[in-house]
């Protein structure tokens, strides 16, 4: 897995040029050069792939990254924006012949107004951070994937990133109001607004999931929600993932809007058991979690209804979790499940696919095939909600070829889900990590709008180029690897 | 319902136009005409023979739908399911088709919680300005890959692509609804929403007009019953007529000639002393105005509150109903414009100049 391009070879002196024009622009020690210094930059959470950038700029102020983005936009050199570099598709993968650009001293919270309900934050606060400030007014900002302890708000942004709420409360994009980007050539440029709409062209949904190659994200205003009075976890033990995922959809036919509906399958809550002792009960095939909120009275009738779902769909030991302590339990493994499944095996490998619900059981019991041919285990963990399935791939990496083959497993479950109509990534990014299955799910048209889209944001493609779209070329040999429906794709392609 | 494929048809259209250069003004129900520049354009391509739900499966909570679809036969088809549109669309008399309410991008009084057309668009099929039809983003609610062009084509006036197919998100039917109607001048009322609005329960609805200020709750029954006995205030009777005539536009507050605006700020503005009557929407966040004053000057008012104007009926001379956008923002529009539609065949100047 590379991104889509050729470095660019840099004479010694044009490099020297460039690197003396952003030591004029930024103070002393804000910029890395020297091995060590770059070493931990190499990687984000894709870490099987790792490369050195030619350099990383730490700019403290806006003027001076403004400055930076234009040094670099008049040298030609790329730019990757990097938060906390917590991304699993490698939306931060340095380029060897561009800078990293790190936001991580944009780190303040700006202004937290509870009456309009907006909190406005650098892109390099943590996700669980703006949460924490709201709490005080009885707010929160509802986002929150799995590694809100650690990941910033720029990336949430520039991943629309999700969570196990989205169903209730929407991704990213859904609960940001306004962001201010820094455009390739250096301007600032105010996109959205703090209403609830704003004029023109609704260039804000297109920056939300646009991995820093559209601009870079400097200053976000998020929409924070009044905490309900109250909140009950359910456990639901079923004995057939099949069933479980039927009670999924009886729910939602029901006319409930569960805040979470998360489901486990028999690996990943065995491992999550035995990491964070959640009380999982572990002779159960799957698990279902089901976060209602509400109002005393309305938590009440939605649990009346979701207990009656469940117990006709078979589960069979239902547990209810009204206070604090014992919800974060229920929750504890469900968000630990990634690092639990880390404990038992070398490595694994997180997939990111998402499916009408409907076909859940058609999909994981091509998985299931699709894991006994390659002989690598799988386990996977499911946002029920929303349809997002994150399968597990297990593997060692001092296997020589084992690593590509959980790649090509993880390609071959994502086709899984392009062909029942969902997507090759729900929250994840495509970054470098799903380059190819890019192709499978678009055609050469759409691809190619994709590019015009990119060029006029970035004319020169600077910004994180290489990552996010494959170019046709890339798809034509990737086709010619890997025939899709019996179909060479990109037949107007000439083929060499 | 009539169901009825005529893709390849709009398509030759299309790129019939872009072979002879010729734009194209879109309609549907031209319902929604009156919003925006007058669209000058040698052709006229009609989207109501392209109509009928594609795919709808209510455990999903979401429905694939062909643009020329009246939204009337639309809701009626989801209520049957006991679903709901979430962004809750006007229909300004005629037959509105989807394709124009997501194109208008206008939402309802439910938008402060359930969100706007946006919010609820998870895919779209779409003709380019190329004549290639495309497709983004789909039925399921998290989808990441390539960029995002479904959302940015509600509110974009036609001017990005020809709507063929939109995948919406769906919300279930409340239970039951109930309007309280509490008398309140303009200065309480607004203090009654900027506390409301931080706290959770039941809300979809608060509105304020000719010294009444209505709350709609939504939920289950017991549930509304215990949050109307806290909150007080009359049942009205005919609640959702007067939604309904709040959201087309029938209530007396829109009737007579004086130009209608609409200003959207921050909810807690509090008030905003406008230069003439006022109907107060999202729980503050959107005020009607009628006034004959200067563009400019409800511009400024506007601004001064976060937000942004929008003249939305009346003949007063102006560049553009929209709010004027900050050159580098209208830089980007123009740059998106053209990747989308490099010869402008699409609504030219629907929205602004030159886009």
Redesign the interface.
């Known amino acids: 897995m590379q991104p889509d391009r050729t470095p660019a070879t840099i004479p010694a002196d044009a490099r020297r040029r460039f690197l003396d024009a952003l030591r004029r622009v930024l103070p002393e020690g804000t910029l890395l050069t020297e091995a060590e210094e770059l070493h931990p930059y190499e990687c984000d959470g894709l870490s099987a792939y790792r490369q050195v950038p030619m350099a990383v700029a730490l700019p403290d102020t806006l003027a001076q990254l403004q400055q930076v983005v234009r040094i670099c936009h008049h040298h030609d050199i790329p730019v990757v924006a990097r938060g906390a570099g917590t991304g699993l598709s490698g939306g931060a993968y340095p380029l060897e012949d561009g800078i990293i650009l790190s936001l991580a001293r944009f780190n303040r919270i700006l202004d937290i107004d509870p009456a309009n309900r907006l909190a406005t934050v650098e892109p390099g606060v943590r996700n669980l951070a703006i949460s924490e400030a709201a709490e005080p007014h009885g707010l929160y900002y509802a986002p929150d994937p799995s590694s809100q302890i650690a990941c910033s708000i720029g990336g949430n942004v520039a991943e629309n990133s999700g969570g196990v709420h989205c169903l209730k409360y929407g991704l990213t994009v859904n609960n940001v109001r306004q962001v201010k980007i820094v455009t390739a050539d250096g301007e600032l440029v105010t996109l959205g607004s703090e209403t609830f709409d704003g004029p023109g062209y609704d260039l804000l949904a297109l920056i939300n999931g646009s991995e820093g190659m559209l601009g870079i994200i400097v200053e976000i205003t998020v929409l924070l929600r009044p905490r309900a009075t109250r909140t009950t976890v359910l456990l639901a033990p079923f004995d057939d993932i099949a069933r479980a995922g039927d009670a999924v959809a009886a729910i939602i036919a029901a006319g409930v809007v569960p805040a979470g509906l998360e489901m486990m399958d028999k690996l990943t809550l065995e491992a999550a058991e035995a990491f964070v002792h959640a009380g999982y009960p572990t002779d159960a095939e799957a698990l279902l979690i089901c976060e209602l909120d509400g109002s005393d009275i309305d938590v009440d009738a939605e649990t009346a209804a979701v207990t009656k779902i469940l117990r006709d769909a078979g589960a069979s030991d239902i547990r209810v979790a009204d206070d604090a302590a014992e919800r974060a339990r229920f929750w504890a493994g469900r968000k630990a499940a990634f690092p639990a499944v880390g404990r038992i095996a070398p490595d694994y490998y997180c997939m990111d696919g998402t499916i009408p619900r409907r076909h859940l059981g058609k999909v994981l019991e091509r998985i299931g095939k699709l894991s006994g041919q390659y002989g690598l285990t799988v386990g996977n963990v499911f946002h029920a909600g929303d349809g997002n399935l994150h399968p597990l791939i297990l593997f060692d990496a001092n296997q020589p070829g084992e690593l590509e083959k959980a790649e090509r497993l993880g390609g071959d479950i994502l086709e899984a889900c392009i062909e029942v109509g969902g997507t090759i990534t729900g929250e994840h990014g495509v970054g470098i990590e799903k380059l190819d299955q890019m192709c499978s799910q678009f055609d050469s048209a759409e691809l190619t709008q994709f590019h015009a889209v990119k060029a006029a944001f970035d004319p020169k493609g600077i910004l994180n180029p290489g990552k996010g779209v494959p170019t046709l070329h890339r798809c034509a040999e990737f086709g010619m690897m890997h025939v899709h429906h019996g179909e060479l794709p990109f037949p107007e392609l000439p083929r060499f | 319902m009539q169901n009825n494929d005529i893709e390849k048809q709009l398509q030759e259209q299309v790129k019939d136009a872009a072979a002879a250069g010729e734009p194209l003004r879109i309609r549907g129900g031209d319902s929604r005409a009156f919003l925006g520049r007058a669209v000058e354009a040698p052709r006229t391509l009609d989207t109501r023979d392209h109509s009928g739900i594609v795919l709808y ?6 429905i694939t739908v062909r643009g020329g679809t009246p939204l009337r036969v639309l809701i009626d088809a989801l209520a049957a399911e ?1 679903q709901e549109l979430p962004f809750e669309p006007p229909a300004f008399g005629g037959e509105s088709t989807i394709g124009g309410a997501v194109a208008s ?1 206008l ?1 309802g009084p439910r ?2 919680w359930n ?2 057309v ?2 609820a668009l998870l895919g779209v099929k779409l003709v ?1 300005g ?1 004549g ?5 983003g ?12 479904s ?2 084509m ?3 006036h036609g001017t ?1 692509g020809l709507l063929l197919e939109v995948s919406l998100k769906l ?3 409340p ?1 039951a609804s109930v309007t309280l109607v509490r008398e309140e001048d303009k200065r309480a009322a607004l203090e009654t929403m ?1 506390q409301l ?6 809300l979809s609805g608060v509105a304020w007009v000719d010294g009444l200020l209505h709350l709609r709750l939504e ?2 029954p ?2 509304i019953e ?2 109307a006995a806290e909150l007080g205030g009359e049942r009205l009777d005919d609640a959702a007529g007067f939604w309904r005539s709040l959201n087309n536009q029938t209530h007396p507050f829109f009737a007579g000639d004086t130009p209608l605006w609409r200003l ?5 503005s509090g008030d905003i002393d406008p230069p003439g009557k006022e109907l107060i929407d ?1 729980i503050g ?2 005020r009607w105005i009628r006034s004959d004053e200067i563009p400019q000057a409800l511009r400024r008012l506007a601004a001064s509150h ?3 104007a ?1 003249r939305f009926r009346g003949t007063t001379e102006i560049d553009s109903p ?5 050159p ?3 830089a ?2 123009r ?2 414009k ?3 539609d490099p010869q402008g065949l699409f609504n030219p100047g629907r ?2 100049e030159g886009l």
């Open positions: 499966e209510p455990s999903e909570l979401a006991h991008g939402a938008r402060p969100g706007a946006r919010d380019n190329k290639e039809v495309l497709q983004f789909g039925q399921v609610m998290k989808n990441v890959a390539g960029y995002d062009l959302r940015p509600a509110g974009a990005l919300k279930p039917l239970p900027r609005y931080q706290r959770p329960g039941n939920g289950y017991e549930a215990a949050r959207v700020v921050k909810p807690a999202w966040g959107q976060g937000g942004h929008t929209f709010h004027p956008l900050e580098g923002l209208m980007l529009h740059n998106l053209r990747a989308l929205m602004y």
